[in-house]
């Protein structure tokens, strides 16, 4: 067995009214992919800001040893130069610089004072290759996916001669494709020799490429695992997160029978969409579904599908150039061209991007939550504090939102009770229809069960939820019907009885020429495996 390159002692890290990190001890062996489990809030990230230097020495307790050396950084460009290298879960790019002028921001060839281009040209294109990339030095970052941007901020970690790699959530904003790639990478570098420690909610993903998993749990850790060995399951990584055994990932649900005669709570007839910048190629095409009421409907669709396409463009026209389709609501058509009237007409939408879209990061919760509806925290034009309180208060309370006030900062709480802080807002505007795109994305399973138990109880009371996932095994444990989406057509309709992820990916890598949308206006279906056919 290898001996230790990283070992953290007895670390504490607190913040105001909050302790993070409570006697944490961590052991990294040379060479080895090790992975960091929790829950939010389990102090995972903080763990890595401590060792990189984020958080200085002096602001926590404990001790840092680095290849046996005792290590006292006072900030990351210390860590850096011992060869530890954080890459965080919002990539640190400059979009409108090149790949190389990233790769070396802050690190620059230099001679007498001036950039040697050549030097700098000829070394990044030695490191895109290293990490796969086959994009030129000079390309902007801004012109790249995000997959692509991934690798090339390991390409920057590789620049600094990296011995220790920290990778936090690398997969969460990738596709299947560019994360397979992205573990592939990690598991060529530890060939290499370099030593990765990885931050992960996918646990299929840390079984595949970890040697070993430490469990934290509320600031303290629980075990480490051998990865490799019998025991070492994914119920078994689960109950050290969480502290109790997830038997069953999905609540308890009895698939919804609509009234036969009932009209449908959101109905969307022909829906069509352009691309904002290309004019020609339609985003969304000739898409008509219905949810009813009480009913969790989902959609499943790759990347690029067009399934966030169609939920942001029926929110308020959100996206793209509208060119036809109708929305109707109980049966009546309703107009839904701006955010305003869409909510107005008692629609909501959880946006997939929930830090960018969904919150304002540096308000506070009670604030967040009373947004969308502060007429009713309102007397006279001018908003009752105590009134917005104590409906804050309700939903700290009712959504079990870990946050020592609700007059918290949203940008200090972890994922996962950010997503509840942003469900709570839209469950205060009091909405028949909730549009949920990627509600679970990003959180670990204890606050991901949470979540859907809201969302069933939603469903209980009557609100018709259209529920948008990447992960097949969510939509199949959540939803009553299924549809299917593939370059932006719906392609099939299954319901809860015959639906199985095969089921599913044939339907969402369907040829769609010559096939039209299914669940149209007459309430006709696509046969389990088959779409229906024009």
Known sequence: MAAPVLE???????????????????????????????????????????????????????????????????????????????????????????????????????????IDWNATLRHATELLRRVGLDEHPETRVADIGVGKQQLVEIAKALSKSVKLLILDEPTAALNDEDSRKLLALILELKKQGITSIIISHKLNEIRAVADSVTILRDGRTIETLDVKAPGTTEERIIAGMV?????????????????????????????????????????????????????????????????????????????????????????????????????????????????????????????????????????????????????????????????????????????????????????????????????TRGIDVGAKYEIYTVIDRLAAQGKAVLFISSELPELLGMCDRIYTMAAGRLTGEVSRAEATQEVLMRHMTKDTKGTRSAGSANGTRGTRGEGVTR
């Open 8 to 114: 953290m002692r007895s670390i504490v890290k607190t913040f105001p009214g909050v302790t993070a990190l409570s006697d944490v001890n961590l052991t990294v062996r040379r060479g080895e992919v090790h992975a960091i489990c929790g829950e939010n809030g389990a102090g995972k990230s903080t763990l890595m800001k401590v060792l990189s230097g984020v958080h200085p020495y002096g602001t926590y307790e404990g001790e840092i040893l680095f290849e046996n050396e005792p290590c006292r950084f006072k900030d990351i460009r210390a860590s850096e130069q011992r060869g530890i290298v954080i890459i965080h879960q919002e990539l640190a790019l400059v979009p409108y610089l090149s790949l190389a002028e990233n790769i070396f921001l802050g690190n620059e060839h230099a001679r007498r004072g001036f």
């Open 243 to 439: 502290g109790r055994d997830l038997a069953h990932r999905f609540p308890e649900r009895t698939p919804h029978r609509p009234e036969r005669d009932a009209p449908a709570a959101l109905e969307i007839r022909g829906w069509t969409v352009f691309h904002p910048i290309d004019r020609q190629r339609k985003v969304v095409d000739d898409v008509s579904l219905q949810v009813r009421r009480g009913e969790i409907v989902g959609i499943a669709g790759l990347m690029g599908a067009g399934r966030t396409e169609l939920a942001m463009s029926v929110f308020g026209r959100s996206y793209g150039r509208y060119a036809a389709g109708t929305v109707l609501k109980d049966g009546r058509e309703i107009r839904t061209r701006t955010v305003a009237e869409a909510v107005a007409h008692g629609i909501a939408y959880v946006t997939e991007d929930r830090k960018r879209y969904g919150l304002n990061l540096i308000d506070t919760v009670n604030r967040n939550i009373s947004l969308t509806a502060l007429h009713k925290v309102a007397r006279r034009g001018v908003v009752d504090e105590h009134a917005e309180r104590q409906v804050a208060e309700g939903f700290r309370t009712s959504m079990n939102i870990k946050a020592p006030t609700v007059f918290e900062p949203v940008g200090r709480l972890s994922g996962g009770n950010q997503q509840k802080v942003v469900l709570s807002k839209w469950i205060f505007a009091g909405p028949d229809v909730l549009i949920l795109d990627e509600p």
